[in-house]
């Protein structure tokens, strides 16, 4: 009679899809504070279940922060954010919808960095040719004194 019962790689993986966390657990695991969780979860980006007082991540909650971390080092707005984690929700492993709009936000995100660099090699070339002009004028004031 064959063996009906699930596979142990089958009851694992279930386990971690029924994982849970603390709020201190999601903090250190990401390197951020409660307070900062706490922060994401009123702007409804993570929606942990409340079982009391109690806050209670599950994985969905921890991928969710993940994204949301992530789209905050690329430089993404919260509403950026919140759009690629709604349609993350709507299609888990990507479509074409999803990944064309974090294609669009990323080109966004490109033209902005450019501007940015543009803005600040110029503003380079204005501290050199103020430098420039401050040590000309220190070279002029030494040679007044030497002639003095």
């Known amino acids: 009679m064959p ?17 849970t ?3 201190g657990e999601l903090a250190k695991r990401f390197a951020v504070t409660p307070r900062t969780i706490r922060f994401y979860e009123q702007e409804g980006l993570l929606e942990p279940e409340r079982r009391g007082q109690t806050r209670v991540y599950h994985d969905k909650d ?3 922060l993940k994204l949301t971390l992530r789209g905050k080092r690329l430089g993404f707005s919260l509403a950026e954010i ?7 929700d709507q299609a888990p492993d ?3 919808r999803q990944l064309q709009r974090m294609l669009d936000i990323l080109a966004d995100k490109r033209q902005a960095l450019e501007r940015q660099m543009e803005d600040i090699r110029a503003l380079q070339h204005e501290l050199d040719d ?11 004031l030494a040679r007044q004194r030497a002639d003095a």
């Open 21 to 23: 966390y603390t709020i």
């Open 82 to 88: 919140r759009e690629v984690i709604q349609l993350y």
């Open 130 to 140: 103020v430098e420039a002009r401050c040590r000309e004028s220190l070279d002029a």
């Open 3 to 19: 063996d009906t019962r699930p596979s142990r790689t089958s009851r694992q993986e279930d386990a971690r899809h029924r994982r």
């Open 94 to 96: 990507g479509d074409e």
């Open 62 to 64: 921890r991928v969710r």
